[in-house]
């Protein structure tokens, strides 16, 4: 029978995991609350002004200047990966991690034996886990979170347009989880440049917009110049976003199942306590009718 003492040692370990993970929970529900908000107010118009990039870049022809329009021969591929600074969000990090391993080592496979695969990482757990498998991060971005704004993501977007403007790279694929709800987010891996078709690949399936007409004020180049590096800097700090909130509800999620697997935990060590307590008991009753029957004899 196990030691008492053993026992409610770790009973009170257990209360102790099982009031962190709990606050923990409400901790990452609030910051879900606040990140499902943004995330909400921003995808309307991203989607909009994506879909109207699209329509626009298919009215662009030969005389249109567009430094970010596709290339017929893909040299240098770039890969972002999105994840977080922190862990204990279940699979959240892993994912994204296994995706762009998946992407390095079998989608781009010929480019990366070549050493024309470079990635980037947005999230320390994203760094931590590409190095892990081998596999070198060329640059990150993780002080990104310490104060994420439009203004502060903008500055990465511009980074790298100028990459792929400058020729340093001719492909850049974008990594992160989409938000859908607090248990579920889904794993994106879209095309970020050039601009294009652009949308979710993790399916295989895009979304068709019809083309449209339109009458340019002012010049289609001057709109060129000016819609295309506004709606880049828009995808990437909606694509941030989602991650954001996808973190948060990842991570509630995981310490609502910690802490009702601490409380499962807890009934059984109870129990058991009360168990071995019950036999200890019966054991020195045992111990005090022997003596008396041996004083007797």
């Not at 995330?39 to 990039?53: C, F, M, S, V």
């Not at 977007?157 to 100028?162: G, K, N, S, Y």
């Not at 078709?197 to 340019?216: I, P």
């Amino acid at each position: 029978m196990a030691n008492l003492k053993d026992i409610r040692t770790r009973i009170a370990s257990v209360k102790s995991t099982q009031q962190v993970t709990n606050a923990m929970k409400m901790v990452s529900a609030a910051k879900l609350r606040k990140a499902q908000d943004a995330i909400i107010q921003i995808r309307p118009y991203a989607d909009k002004l994506n879909e109207i990039l699209t329509n626009v870049n298919s009215n662009f022809d030969s005389d249109v200047d567009n430094k970010y329009a596709d290339r017929k021969n893909k040299d240098r591929i770039l890969i972002i990966a999105i994840s977080s600074n922190r862990g204990l969000c279940g699979g959240f990090n892993s994912n994204v991690v296994k995706k762009a391993t998946e992407l390095y080592t079998q989608t781009f496979e010929d480019y990366s034996k070549m050493g024309k695969v470079d990635i980037v990482a947005i999230g320390k757990k994203a760094v931590d886990g590409l190095k892990s498998k081998g596999i070198k991060v060329n640059k990150s971005f993780n002080e990104l979170y310490d104060n994420l704004s439009y203004a502060s993501v903008s500055e990465i977007a511009q980074w790298l347009m100028d990459q792929y403007a400058s020729g340093d790279y001719d492909h850049v694929e974008l990594i992160y989880n989409q938000f859908k709800n607090a248990a579920f987010q889904n794993l994106v891996s879209e095309q970020f440049l050039p601009v294009g078709h652009r949308g979710a690949s993790a399916n295989k399936t895009r979304k068709v917009v019809h083309k449209a007409n339109y009458l340019f004020e002012p010049s289609i180049q001057e709109i060129a110049e000016k819609i295309i590096p506004q709606s880049l800097r828009t995808q990437l700090f909606k694509a941030i976003l989602d991650s954001v909130a996808s973190e948060h509800g990842a991570r509630m999620t995981a310490m609502h199942k910690a802490t009702d697997n601490a409380t499962s935990l807890m009934r059984e060590l109870k129990l058991k306590y009360n168990q071995a307590r019950q036999a200890s008991i019966t054991n020195e009753i045992l111990e005090i009718v022997s003596g008396a029957n041996a004083m007797k004899g």
